[in-house]
């Protein structure tokens, strides 16, 4: 069974920096891309980055410049590097892994910007 689990989530101050983890049970190469989602109180949930297996990336425009998604092969493990965050940053983000059978999603992990 696949299984994305976050981690690195918190409450941190405006222009601070967070790094998220997602580890995946299965090789991320099973995966055509991955990547990380956000879905803050009352807003659809929204991408953020993407990273196919080729390592070609896709960022939101609101992060771009901020943020930066990258993947360690060995681990399994998919990063976000989010830096100089803002308020509107705030939000609960979902690891994800896209397969040509099937969407896997983790269970989500909290990022609050506030001073």
């Known amino acids: 069974q696949v299984q994305l689990v976050e981690s690195g989530g918190g409450l941190v101050q405006p222009g601070g920096s967070l790094r998220l983890s997602c580890a995946a049970s299965?090789?991320?190469?099973?995966?055509?891309?991955m990547g990380w989602y956000r879905q803050a109180p009352g807003k659809q949930r929204e991408l953020v980055a993407t990273?196919?297996?080729?390592?070609?990336?896709n960022y939101t425009d609101s992060v771009k410049g901020r943020f930066t998604i990258s993947r360690d092969n060995s681990k399994n493990t998919v990063y976000l590097q989010m830096n100089t965050l803002k308020p509107e940053d705030t939000a609960v983000y979902y690891c994800?892994?896209?397969?040509?059978?099937?969407?896997?999603w983790g269970q989500g992990t909290q990022v609050t910007v506030s001073s």
């Open positions: 299965v090789s991320i190469f099973a995966f055509a891309d």
């Open positions: 990273m196919t297996t080729r390592g070609v990336t």
């Open positions: 994800n892994g896209r397969s040509v059978l099937a969407n896997y």
